[in-house]
T-cell receptor
Framework: TQLLEQSPQFLSIQEGENLTVYCNSSSVFSSLQWYRQEPGEGPVLLVTVVTGGEVKKLKRLTFQFGDARKDSSLHITAAQPGDTGLYLCAGARVGGSNYKLTFGKGTLLTVNP | NAGVTQTPKFQVLKTGQSMTLQCAQDMNHNSMYWYRQDPGMGLRLIYYSASEGTTDKGEVPNGYNVSRLNKREFSLRLESAAPSQTSVYFC???????????????FGEGSWLTVV
């Protein structure tokens, strides 16, 4: 059983469209991070959320941490081809080791010009 | 600022051969990690070092050994490579985790390893 379920697994959209990807769990997390990974490179941190209900914005990207700290979403407004990549969520479970982050399998986003 | 640097970038091994993946970080981070990434499996933690002088097993440690040489360097060794160890390996580091910042991981660019 995957601790962090990401959906959808694959998403192909046209430039200018909006999209939301989800990261869900039955466990509570003390913090949750979102990363973007481009082909041939390592994941790069986008944001960390630590407070239930927290919303953070990074230009056209909006990240939300669920009130119960079990889930998170990433919304992209007016997607651009440069947003193409694998989006990963990762979290540290409450009561677990801060060092043993759990990663979801990712959402592979393709934005077509 | 180089961040996390890992070598080699690409390697082909024969079954049973040994090799060491090297990793160094210049961000003065306390913690370092080795992950592997496989299609359909996501990123899985092999070993980590919470601080200099300590190492601990992650989710998939079998077939691997690690050495935290100093605060900067953390190496991963495959003693007898197997085809199941064909993967992309990522070294990573993080500063001390806090309540406000969580534990933020900074990744290297990856090492592509093929075992034939």
């Amino acid at each position: 059983t995957q601790l962090l379920e990401q959906s959808p697994q694959f998403l192909s959209i046209q430039e200018g469209e909006n999209l939301t990807v989800y990261c869900n769990s039955s466990s509570v997390f003390s913090s949750l991070q979102w990363y973007r990974q481009e082909p041939g490179e390592g994941p790069v941190l986008l944001v960390t959320v630590v407070t239930g209900g927290e919303v953070k914005k990074l230009k056209r990207l909006t990240f939300q941490f669920g009130d119960a700290r079990k889930d998170s979403s990433l919304h992209i407004t007016a997607a651009q081809p440069g947003d193409t990549g694998l989006y990963l969520c990762a979290g540290a479970r409450v009561g677990g080791s801060n060092y043993k982050l759990t990663f979801g399998k990712g959402t592979l986003l393709t934005v077509n010009p | 600022n180089a961040g996390v640097t890992q070598t080699p970038k690409f390697q082909v091994l024969k079954t049973g051969q040994s090799m060491t993946l090297q990793c160094a970080q210049d961000m003065n981070h306390n913690s370092m990690y080795w992950y592997r990434q496989d299609p359909g499996m996501g990123l899985r933690l092999i070993y980590y070092s919470a601080s200099e002088g300590t190492t601990d097993k992650g989710e998939v440690p079998n077939g691997y050994n690690v050495s935290r040489l100093n605060k900067r360097e953390f190496s991963l060794r495959l003693e007898s490579a197997a085809p199941s160890q064909t993967s992309v390996y990522f070294c990573a580091s993080s500063p001390r985790a806090t309540k406000d910042s969580g534990n933020t991981i900074y990744f290297g660019e990856g090492s592509w390893l093929t075992v034939v």
